[in-house]
């Protein structure tokens, strides 16, 4: 009971810090989160609703079909008879059940009806058969984590002229086929904070190497994209030496044995950088169980790294990042709902009200358009047994 109450505190901590990041296009410019973080996640004074801020354990099922309204607070806005699909990446990965619980949450609050595909594996093939069944079901709305930026135009395009409104969260996919993309901090950002850990953690020298997740993915190669930019165009990383980019798949095995091939092939290896928070759990372990001087860090859930993060040489990881996927799946739902009822069309300029997360204005980027839910979150000795319980 502590913990829930205490998981309660936290994710509405997590939903002030939210608060403070959204609609603003700032954030894409502004410098690493890395300092204020650790402000940021003192537990707010004041409890939210428990319904709304408790973190959903439950993994969601393969194809979740609630058509309840939910029991506790009145629906903002009517969203019963339509209903709206999220397709995750992946079965088996934690950060997406998390945000598939968020997005349920949300939907359901509205009176929405709400089904959620994980496919089998982490690939562009795997999504676009869901996506078919999907349009073969006269879905409202498809919200999609996307396994690759061009592959899924022909289906996205095709349920798009079905009239099913098209977003991405978390992973984009090419920007004229979706509406707008739910992205959950800046690109740019996420590099800067990711560059600057690893000049930290190596001393501003020597080798490193990055586990990422599949070759394909949208997100984790714009963010490594940033931090490859950052290296060519900022001489005070001339001394880092990037050995290479290896791919886990976001599958733990695969994640392990390139973590071991890594250790291996590089004995002057001095960081592994791992944005995704399977590679970095597989990694993680790996490092501790060696007992590697190798460090970590990247972008990972409190609950899984916990028991890596500290700054003593019995820790893998001395500190990382991440975003809340609970709300990240909250903001895509809501978003769902508003390109559902014509509130938005996605379009920059945009506003609409994603529930207790607050306003929202969609903003433009490289000629498309996103909505971005925050900053990144930095988890360290001082905060992690406080957010291990909560996502
Ligand atoms: C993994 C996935 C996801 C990414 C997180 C950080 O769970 O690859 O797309 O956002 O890591």
Same mark, same amino acid.
């Given at each position: 009971?502590?913990?829930?109450?205490?998981?309660?505190? +936290?994710? @509405?901590?997590?939903?002030?810090?939210?608060?403070?990041?959204?609609?603003?296009?700032?954030?894409?410019?502004?410098?690493?989160?890395?300092?204020a973080a650790a402000e940021e996640a003192a537990p707010a004074e004041e409890a939210a609703p428990?319904?709304?801020?408790a973190p959903a354990e439950e993994a969601a099922t393969e194809a979740a079909v609630d058509t309840a309204a939910a029991d506790s607070a009145a629906p903002a806005a009517d969203a019963s008879g339509s209903t709206y699909a +999220?397709?995750?990446?992946?079965?088996?990965n934690p950060f997406m059940e998390r945000m598939a619980s968020g997005f349920q949450e949300a939907v359901e609050a509205q009176g929405g009806t709400v089904v959620?595909? /994980?496919?089998?594996?982490?690939?562009?093939?795997?999504?676009? @058969?869901?996506?078919?069944?999907? *349009? @073969?079901?006269?879905?409202?709305?498809?919200?999609?984590d996307g396994n690759d930026a061009n592959a899924l135009t022909a289906v996205l395009t095709e349920a798009k002229d079905a009239g099913i409104k098209i977003l991405t969260l978390d992973s984009d996919v090419a920007p004229d086929t979706r509406t707008v993309y739910c992205n959950q901090a800046g690109v740019q950002q996420i590099g800067e904070t990711l560059m600057e850990a690893v000049y930290d953690l190596t001393g501003g020298e020597g080798d490193w190497a990055i586990l990422s997740a599949t070759s394909q993915a949208t997100n984790q190669n714009a963010w490594i994209d940033a931090m490859k930019k950052l290296m060519e165009s900022d001489s005070k990383y001339a001394k880092l030496n990037l050995v290479e980019v290896a791919y886990g798949d976001d599958e733990p095995q695969k994640s392990t044995d390139q973590?071991?091939? +890594?250790?291996? /092939?590089?004995?002057d290896l001095k960081v592994i950088c791992a944005p995704t928070t399977v590679g970095?759990?597989?990694?993680?372990?790996? +490092?501790?169980?060696?007992?590697?001087t190798v460090k970590l860090t990247g972008l990972g859930l409190p609950s899984e790294m916990a028991e890596y993060i500290g700054d003593d040489d019995a820790h893998s990881c001395p500190y990382m990042y991440l975003? /809340?996927?609970?709300?990240?799946?909250?903001?895509?739902?809501?978003?769902?709902?508003a390109l559902v009822d014509g509130t938005i069309t996605g379009a920059a300029g945009d506003k609409f009200t994603a529930g207790d997360l607050g306003d929202?204005?969609?903003?433009?980027?490289?000629?498309?358009?996103? *909505?971005i839910l925050g900053p990144p979150f930095k988890f360290d000795p001082s905060n992690i047994d406080e957010w291990k319980s909560v996502y």
């Amino acid at each position: 009971m502590k913990k829930k109450v205490l998981s309660v505190l +936290l994710a @509405s901590a997590m939903v002030a810090s939210v608060l403070a990041g959204c609609g603003s296009s700032a954030a894409d410019t502004a410098a690493p989160a890395a300092d204020a973080a650790a402000e940021e996640a003192a537990p707010a004074e004041e409890a939210a609703p428990a319904e709304e801020a408790a973190p959903a354990e439950e993994a969601a099922t393969e194809a979740a079909v609630d058509t309840a309204a939910a029991d506790s607070a009145a629906p903002a806005a009517d969203a019963s008879g339509s209903t709206y699909a +999220l397709v995750t990446k992946s079965a088996g990965n934690p950060f997406m059940e998390r945000m598939a619980s968020g997005f349920q949450e949300a939907v359901e609050a509205q009176g929405g009806t709400v089904v959620i595909q /994980n496919p089998e594996a982490a690939t562009p093939d795997a999504q676009i @058969s869901v996506i078919q069944s999907l *349009i @073969s079901q006269g879905v409202s709305s498809i919200a999609v984590d996307g396994n690759d930026a061009n592959a899924l135009t022909a289906v996205l395009t095709e349920a798009k002229d079905a009239g099913i409104k098209i977003l991405t969260l978390d992973s984009d996919v090419a920007p004229d086929t979706r509406t707008v993309y739910c992205n959950q901090a800046g690109v740019q950002q996420i590099g800067e904070t990711l560059m600057e850990a690893v000049y930290d953690l190596t001393g501003g020298e020597g080798d490193w190497a990055i586990l990422s997740a599949t070759s394909q993915a949208t997100n984790q190669n714009a963010w490594i994209d940033a931090m490859k930019k950052l290296m060519e165009s900022d001489s005070k990383y001339a001394k880092l030496n990037l050995v290479e980019v290896a791919y886990g798949d976001d599958e733990p095995q695969k994640s392990t044995d390139q973590t071991q091939a +890594l250790l291996q /092939n590089y004995p002057d290896l001095k960081v592994i950088c791992a944005p995704t928070t399977v590679g970095i759990a597989a990694a993680a372990k790996v +490092l501790q169980d060696q007992k590697s001087t190798v460090k970590l860090t990247g972008l990972g859930l409190p609950s899984e790294m916990a028991e890596y993060i500290g700054d003593d040489d019995a820790h893998s990881c001395p500190y990382m990042y991440l975003w /809340n996927p609970i709300d990240l799946g909250r903001l895509a739902g809501y978003t769902s709902i508003a390109l559902v009822d014509g509130t938005i069309t996605g379009a920059a300029g945009d506003k609409f009200t994603a529930g207790d997360l607050g306003d929202y204005t969609i903003e433009e980027i490289d000629g498309s358009t996103q *909505i971005i839910l925050g900053p990144p979150f930095k988890f360290d000795p001082s905060n992690i047994d406080e957010w291990k319980s909560v996502y």
